[in-house]
Each structure stands twice: as C-alpha cells, then as structure tokens.
C-alpha cells in the first residue's frame, strides 16, 4: 500500500507541475503574445474596414447596370472580383437571375455585381462567345475566368435558390465562401441534418432504449 500511495503521490505532483507550467505559459502569453495578437487583429480590422469604404465608394455593395463595353472593361479595371449578367431585357429568366443577383450584391461587398445588355456589347459579348441567355461572366483580378450558362449549373430549374448561386459564383473564387466547396448548399443541410438526427437518435438510445442486465 505504501508504494501505491508514493506512486499515486508522484503522480499528483507530475500533474500539478504540469498545471503550474500551463498556467506560466498562458500568463506570459496575455502579457506579451496575447497583446501582439490582439493589435495584429485589430490592424487586420482597420484594413478590412478601408477596404470596405473603398469598395463602395466604386460602386460595390449594390447591382448596377452598366451602359456598354468601355463601361464594363472600366469595372474589371477597378475591381479585383466582378461578376456580369449578360442579359436581355424581353427574357424571364434574366429577370430571375437579377432577384438573385440584388442579395448578392449587398451580402458580397468584394465583389462587384453589374448586369449588361447584350444588345449595347455585340463585340464583348462575340469576344466571350456568349450565345445563351442569360450568362454569368466571372472576372477576378481582370481575366475572365469562368462562366455560368442559363441554369444547367443551377439544377436546370426557374426556381433554383440563392444559396445554389452563390455556391456556384463561390467556386470560381468570384467571391468568398465560408461554406464547402465541394459539396452543395442542399446536400450539405442535408448531411448536416441526418448528423443531428443520428445524434439524437444515439442520445435517446442512450437514455431510454439501453439494454439493462440486471436480471
């Protein structure tokens, strides 16, 4: 017994010296790193908010319509991100992509959302070979990068959800995305909601359904 308790002694101090020495670590850190982190963060913050101001001062935060060519390469030229809707006035579907595109605009602050006719860029739009409407030309850092095409990306459907498009623009790296990449909006709530309902499933079990041997 008296080596358990030696052993169950050294154990206990092993444990408080390990305590002490964390405790040592995090009290050096609030006096000097913590501190360093703090105003490195709150720098990052000053810069986001410049940005922002910036931003919108050229037009970001809001989905204008732009009145031809010069006009759009003026907007590529200022804005790192743009996204343009090729579109045409007499076209339903167009109508449904600007609803989506008026949220976007204000939720994407880096991002610039402008909507062009067709009809006032017939050497931009032959350029880009845009032959369906309406069509999403991506741009980021002045190149055209991708494009999406009518509603195929979309779940081919006139009622595709904002969260979809977003998705879609997102992978592109048109705009920033917190959410996944590979997955889509629908998929991932679904999965997310199968994972909440197996956990409550187990807990149930857990409290109700568990197996008793007392017998």
């Given at each position: 017994m008296a080596n358990v308790d030696q052993l169950l002694q050294h154990v206990a101090q092993n444990v408080e010296r390990q305590i002490d020495s964390e405790i040592e670590r995090l009290d050096a850190l609030e006096s000097g790193d913590l501190e360093a982190i703090r105003q490195q963060r709150i720098a990052e913050m000053k810069l986001r908010a410049k940005q922002k101001q910036e931003w919108l001062a050229i037009g970001h935060g809001e989905y204008t319509?732009?009145?031809?060519?010069?006009?759009?390469?003026?907007?590529?030229?200022?804005?790192?991100n743009v996204v343009c809707h090729f579109y045409k006035s007499d076209s339903p579907r167009c109508k449904i992509v600007d609803m989506h595109l008026k949220i976007l605009a204000k939720k994407h602050i880096e991002t610039r959302f402008v909507k062009l006719d067709v009809e006032r860029a017939p050497f931009l739009t032959g350029r880009l070979k845009i032959r369906v409407i309406p069509t999403l030309g991506l741009v980021k850092d002045n190149k055209t990068k991708?494009?999406?095409?009518?509603?195929?990306?979309?779940?081919?459907?006139?009622?595709?959800?904002?969260?979809?498009?977003?998705?879609?623009?997102?992978?592109?790296?048109?705009?920033?995305?917190?959410?996944d990449l590979l997955v889509p909006p629908s998929e991932a709530k679904k999965q997310k909601s199968l994972h909440?309902?197996?956990?409550?499933?187990?807990?149930?079990?857990?409290?109700?359904?568990s197996d008793d041997f007392s017998d």
């Open positions: 319509e732009i009145d031809g060519e010069k006009e759009f390469f003026a907007v590529c030229n200022k804005s790192q991708d494009f999406i095409v009518g509603f195929t990306d979309l779940g081919n459907r006139d009622d595709f959800s904002t969260d979809i498009l977003e998705w879609r623009i997102a992978r592109s790296e048109a705009i920033e995305y917190s959410g909440i309902q197996s956990k409550k499933t187990i807990r149930g079990r857990d409290e109700s359904d």
